[in-house]
């Protein structure tokens, strides 16, 4: 997911973003939680984020054991790690976000690991491709309104000059789900590869779905520690319009859980919406699609095992994305110092290096050279999500900002998703032959990856042209 960074541009929390009337002092006046408190809520926050990422790059280790012993095809793999997954986010996931905007975000947050522990425990019992599908359907139910509730938690508990630094160590959960990921699931492949199907009853439990069954257990500790948290008071502006109207019937009431209104600001500000949204859609095939087939590209083109890509992988993947803060951070103080539209042009440059990465790695020599070259492409990931992020925190009304970083996250997971099932579809349609997965891979990125840039090339004029306008506005 895109995640804010330290370095760059502070970007209002909500109460002093578009829409609002606020003065420029108003941030100042505001009595804010106390530092404690701010950084448990943070440190909570990141351990959750830390599970959501860690549990996705497991379940990708594992990808060829899933494939093998319930006898998928490449395109019901892909299929398995994508669509799948946010059927139920189609439903749930701008409702939920809705609940982060007027219910407690601690219990929002809370609700949502715990099914995520239990759906992916559910995974490591299920019997036949079927009930493992039904488990990857309501995962997305889980995880859906993560981002939205943390993100609003995060802008009540910091003030603005702090609020860089806060979503900068927000990326850590991201960081270390990612790095120990493949580095720990590769070893538990390795240490359970020799273990027969253990028999309970009438359930067969393969090897590979003890590690679901392990890894969901910890979800339940950290629903506890949410309840651990102050929810601290909204900021609610002076003047400011609600997005509700004062004796609203039950059915308009009813209507803002659909996303309606947050779908017509977007509308209202398409030129600065849309181009992001599309560039962030297609960008997402690299960072979630192709990277789940990253692992079995691996096994099939170079002949790893998953404890040695888990190994290799974690290590350069960890420098990469520390590089990524501060390359981030650095490039985005330095642009904001020229442009307006600091954020979206440091967005367009980080990914057109992404691009080219994603592209070469597939076919490198060896496969060193190709986790070398998808590393750097990491590094400028995690440097280009820190702008995206900012950007669409920068411009979002304040009274529906998590139904609108909701809408903006769901293209990344749906496009995301759906990319995994496009580059299985290739792999089998296309090219074919199994052992030429690096094949599927590069098509799929030469086709749609520089498109992606070019999105995000067309966001930066409009996008210039909003800051100059809520500046001019005093926000």
Known sequence: MAIASAGIEPFEPTGVSA??????????????????????????????????????????????????DFGLTDSQLGFLAGPASIICYLFVGIPLAR?????????????????????????????????????????????????????????????????????????LGFIGGSTLGPLIGGQLIAMTSHWGPTVIGPLRIFSWQWILIWTGLPAFLFALLFLTIREPSRQVVPGAQSMVPEGASLGRRILTFTGLDAAKAIRANGK???????????????????GFWRVPFMIRTYGWSEAQ???????????????????????????????KDANVRAAFICFCA????????????????SMAVASVGAMFGIAGAVPQNAAIQRVAPN?????????????????????????????????????????????????????????????????????????????
């Not at 990465?357 to 060193?368: D, E, V």
Request: hydrophobic share 55%; aromatic share 12%.
């Open 354 to 369: 992404v691009t080219v990465c994603s592209i070469l790695s597939p076919i490198m020599p060896n496969g060193y050279a």
């Open 272 to 290: 600065v919406y849309y181009p992001l949204f599309f560039g962030l859609a297609l960008s997402a095939l690299e960072s979630t699609g192709l």
């Open 99 to 171: 609940l982060a905007d007027i219910w407690p975000r601690k219990f929002v947050l809370a609700g949502g690991v715990t099914v995520i522990g239990l759906v992916t425990m559910a995974g490591g019992v299920a019997q036949t491709f079927v009930q493992f599908v039904g488990s990857r359907v309501f995962l997305a139910a889980g995880g859906s309104a993560h981002a939205p509730a943390s993100y609003s938690l995060i802008a009540d508990m910091f003030p603005p000059k702090k609020i860089t630094r806060a979503f900068a160590i927000l990326q």
């Open 19 to 68: 829409g609002n009337n606020a003065g420029p002092d108003a941030a100042q006046t505001r009595q804010w939680p106390r530092p404690a408190a701010a950084y448990w809520t943070l440190a909570v926050i990141v351990l959750a984020t830390f599970l959501t990422f860690f549990d996705q790059v497991v379940f990708g280790m594992m990808a060829e054991r899933i494939k093998a």
């Open 309 to 339: 890509i888990g190994a290799v992988t974690g290590g350069m993947i960890l420098v990469a994305s520390l590089l990524g803060l501060v390359l981030g951070g650095t490039f985005v103080e330095w642009l904001a110092k020229r442009y």
């Open 399 to 475: 009274a529906m900002r998590g139904q609108v970083t909701a809408i903006y996250l769901f293209m990344f997971t749906f496009f995301g998703a759906m990319g995994s099932f496009v580059i299985g579809l290739v792999a089998q349609y296309v090219v074919v032959d199994p052992a030429k997965l690096w094949l599927a891979l590069e098509i799929t990125a030469i086709a749609l990856l520089p498109l992606a840039s070019f999105c995000i090339f067309r966001a930066i004029k409009p996008y210039r042209q909003e800051i100059e306008r809520l500046e001019a506005l005093g926000l």
